[in-house]
C-alpha cells in the first residue's frame, strides 16, 4: 500500500500500524527506521493511535523516510 503525501499542508497523520500506540510507534520508527515521527498522543486522546510525519524537510527526506517505513513495517 503506498501512502500518499500530502498536497496541502505541512504535516500527514496517518494509523499506527498493528495496534501499536502512538508512543511505541514513535519509539519503534526512531529505533529501526532512523525517522522521527510525531506521536499523536501529544495532541490530546484523539490523536491516540496516530503519528504525524512532517513536512519541514526536502521532498526527498520525506519520502525517504516514508520507504523506510513501508519497508520495515510492510505497509
Known amino acids: 500500500m503506498a501512502i500518499a ?3 496541502h499542508g505541512f504535516s500527514r497523520e496517518l494509523k499506527t500500524p498493528n495496534g501499536l500506540s502512538s508512543s511505541d510507534f514513535f519509539n519503534k520508527l526512531l529505533h529501526t527506521c532512523n525517522v522521527v515521527g510525531t506521536a499523536g498522543s501529544g495532541f490530546g486522546a484523539a490523536g491516540e493511535g496516530y503519528f504525524r510525519i512532517s513536512a519541514f524537510n526536502s521532498r526527498e527526506n520525506v519520502e525517504e ?11
Open 5 to 7: 503525501l500530502p498536497k
Open 65 to 75: 523516510a516514508m520507504q523506510r517505513i513501508t519497508e520495515k513495517f510492510k505497509v
